[in-house]
Structure formats: C-alpha cells, structure tokens
C-alpha cells in the first residue's frame, strides 16, 4: 500500500496550490481519502476528505469556501486545491486512506488506516 502526495511548495499569501496524492497497492475504489495537516509544535488535523466515490465531501471550517477536494478513480489519485493560501495553512500535509462504510469521525487521523509521507506547504506573508 503506497499513497505519495506530490504539489507542495512556496507560496505567497493569496496564491494556489494544487496538492495531489496518488494511491496504489489497495482497490481505490473502496476507500475515502482524507487531507490532513501538521505545523510545528502543533497536532495533526484534519483538513478535508472525499468519501469512495466522491460523493459527498468534508472541509474543516478554516479552509471552506478555499479548498476543494476531488479525486480522478481512474486514475486512483486525489487532489486538493487551495486557493486563497494565508500564512496560518503552512504545515506539512498528509493524505492518508480509510476503508469505506467505517463508522467514526473521518475528520480525525485515528480512523485512518494507511498514510503518506507529507509534502511541506509554506504561505510566506
């Protein structure tokens, strides 16, 4: 089981970035694929998720109206795009899959069963 987000970068407060995580070694199909982020001195949380088969999505209050989540299950990948960056989403952000039909808060990374290993985001003011 492989999940490798790809997209991260430097950017300047208002600008965009698209976030990618790309899935292999599990059916795509059968999983919800959650964004999750992590800055310094502070504890893993919960960004956005997109259910098994896209239809229906979760965003934390902070990034509504910015942040959209999609997937592409042809091509097994999950996207994130952030529009509207400010310095305060700088972290390092994850993706991380959980089976589909799991009953929990899919917003908290303990439901989550296999993981990335980050891409580093930073918003300069």
């Known amino acids: 089981v492989q999940l490798v987000e790809s997209g991260g970068g430097l950017v300047q407060a208002g600008g965009s970035l698209r976030l990618s995580c790309a899935a292999s070694g599990f059916t795509f199909d059968d999983y919800a694929i959650g964004w999750f982020r992590q800055a310094p001195g502070k504890e893993r949380e919960g960004v956005s998720c997109i259910s098994s088969r896209g239809g229906s999505t979760y965003y934390e209050d902070s990034v509504k109206g910015r942040f959209t989540i999609s997937s592409d299950n042809a091509k097994n990948t999950v996207y994130l795009q952030m529009n509207s960056l400010k310095p305060e989403d700088t972290a390092v952000y994850y993706c991380?899959?959980?089976?589909?039909?799991?009953?929990?808060?899919?917003?908290?990374?303990?439901?989550?069963?296999?993981w990335g290993q980050g891409t580093q985001v930073t918003v300069s003011s």
């Open positions: 991380a899959a959980v089976r589909a039909g799991t009953i929990g808060d899919l917003s908290q990374p303990y439901e989550y069963d296999y």
